[in-house]
């Protein structure tokens, strides 16, 4: 089974109306090239998915979107809502279960008809369900073992500012952003400060993500020394020039090359001379060293999360494009089971590992979304990124 790192675009979000949700999903299961049939079972899936936030759902949102390996474009769709839950997960799941007087075939079928799916809820918490779709016999070139679905290491999730109006047929512009990539051992990332106790840490290969329902694997699909870089970004103020700032952020994340993540937030800086500018924060993940690189300026919060222990990575002050102190890389320890969360201003720090509620067991998408649906404000753009293997 091989990581995959997904891209997204096209990110659509339903929230104060859910009626829209299943027509644009048919419009970009069409722009990506899916058959007739296959569109048709996305929709019908992203129907589902609004008629039960409807009937149920307290502030229910969908957010919809393309995603992207280098080689196959899918669809996927989040689901969010504050309550009331479920308190019998597996007991919704199967058909004829119902509290609406419906036939009850509502999530057992949309999970069928998905390549991946995902469902965290807890009673009186609300609930989060991803499901992806992919063409019809693609899978198999994203499986390395039959039936071990593979799953993304990183996820991201970016929301527009509340009542931010529509650019033409298109989204909302949104000043927030992420990105990540895969990073060979060809350039040395800075090592651990004299002392520092990462610095014997036991040498553990990098496994492939794997779903949480599947077994762990001892398949070392990066390799021994490999490392996942990631990047996420918070264009000053909102709207489409801190769009503008944050695209071009990402666009020099992804062709800076193999760099510590204090060399990448220079590159970034100088390439966004003449923007408004973005608080950045980067992370280089080393699961063989068991540690984190980290380097962020500006308003953004970075942490290390265990169901138990939320460990903040310091930013400095400044913005990358405009004025900021020579940047600094500092190394954390990666604790076995451990997490890694950025997100930018537009959620609260105030989150903590107790009201995560088990959701850690979960895929980085389902993590993003529970904490961007607890901890989001409606007042600004706001972006979340989820970093979590088996390391």
């Not at 509502?106 to 918490?125: E, I, K, N, P, Y």
């Not at 369900?129 to 039936?147: D, I, K, N, Q």
Request: hydrophobic content about 40%; some cysteine.
């Amino acid at each position: 089974m091989s990581v995959v790192l997904l891209e997204s675009e096209d990110v659509a979000w339903f929230r104060d109306s859910l009626i829209g949700a299943r027509g644009a999903a048919s419009r970009l299961a069409a722009r990506i090239g899916l058959s007739e049939h296959r569109a048709g079972e996305v929709a019908l899936a992203v129907s589902e998915a609004a008629s039960n936030l409807a009937k149920h759902a307290v502030a229910g949102a969908i957010v919809l979107r393309i995603v992207r390996t280098p080689q196959i474009a899918g669809i996927e769709f989040l689901a969010l809502d504050h309550g009331p839950g479920m308190a019998d997960v597996a007991a919704s799941m199967r058909d004829g279960r119902s509290t609406t007087g419906t036939l009850g075939i509502g999530l057992g079928m949309v999970a069928r008809l998905a390549d991946t799916f995902d469902l965290h809820s807890a009673a009186g918490q609300g609930t989060v369900m991803l499901a992806r779709f992919w063409p019809r016999g693609a899978t198999s070139r994203l499986r390395g073992t039959p039936g071990e679905p593979s799953e993304s290491v990183v996820a991201g999730v970016t929301r527009p500012i509340s009542g931010a109006m529509p650019r033409g047929n298109g989204p909302p512009a949104c000043g927030d952003g992420w990105a990540a990539r895969r990073d060979d051992t060809g350039t040395e990332a800075p090592g651990p400060a004299p002392g520092d106790p990462t610095a014997d840490a036991r040498v553990r290969a990098l496994a492939p993500a794997i779903p949480w329902s599947a077994p762990a694997s001892a398949s070392t699909a990066l390799g021994t020394g490999a490392a996942v870089t990631v990047m996420l970004c918070d264009g000053l103020g909102h709207g489409p020039l801190a769009e503008t700032a944050s695209r071009a952020a990402i666009r020099a994340f992804h062709t800076g090359g193999n760099r510590s993540p204090e060399e990448t937030v220079q590159t970034i800086h100088r390439a966004l001379a003449g923007t408004r500018g973005v608080a950045v924060a980067v992370a280089r993940i080393e699961p063989d060293r068991a540690r984190v690189l980290f380097c962020g300026v500006g308003d953004t919060a970075a942490a290390i999360v265990t169901p138990t222990t939320k460990t903040s990575l310091p930013s400095q002050p400044g913005i990358a494009g405009h004025r900021m102190r020579t940047p600094r890389t500092t190394t954390h320890p990666l604790p076995t089971g451990s997490a890694l969360v950025m997100h930018s201003d537009g959620l609260t720090q105030r989150w903590n590992p107790e009201s995560l509620h088990g959701v850690l067991r979960h895929s980085p998408t389902v993590i993003a979304g529970h904490l961007l649906r607890g901890a989001g404000k409606h007042h600004d753009d706001a972006s979340i990124l989820v970093a979590k293997g088996p390391w």
